[in-house]
């Protein structure tokens, strides 16, 4: 069982930035892949971007070269960069860890940190 909770989003300007965490209760070991998803009002979730345990990363195209994300496994907490933020980044950040349990991918999700980014 992995429990995840997210945390450091609020509201910024455009061009600014923001540093979201993800800490999880159990060792993020167990997930073959971390990464955060977004989701704006009248929207569905998307994938904004994954590391596995290996280490590679994915990236939305939307984000690509001004988010980062990164694991630090001692600290079984997971981060987001973001920078150069802009007003069509505004939704509800979450986090989500997929482990193997038994041959099948399980997801686990935190419960979400808003960020707006205002114009």
């Known amino acids: 069982q992995v429990q995840l909770v997210e945390s450091g989003g609020g509201l910024v300007q455009a061009g600014g930035t923001l540093r979201l965490s993800c800490a999880a209760s159990?060792?993020?070991?167990?997930?073959?892949?971390m990464g955060w998803f977004r989701q704006a009002p009248g929207k569905q979730r998307e994938l904004v971007t994954t590391?596995?345990?290996?280490?590679?990363?994915n990236y939305a195209d939307s984000v690509r070269g001004r988010f980062t994300i990164s694991r630090d496994n001692a600290k079984n907490t997971v981060y987001l960069q973001m920078n150069s933020l802009k007003p069509e980044d505004t939704a509800v950040y979450y986090c989500?860890?997929?482990?193997?349990?038994?041959?099948?991918?399980?997801?686990?999700w935190g419960q979400g940190t808003q960020v707006t980014v205002s114009s």
């Open positions: 989500n860890c997929n482990a193997l349990r038994s041959g099948l991918i399980v997801s686990y």
């Open positions: 159990g060792s993020i070991f167990s997930c073959n892949t």
């Open positions: 590391v596995t345990t290996g280490g590679t990363k």
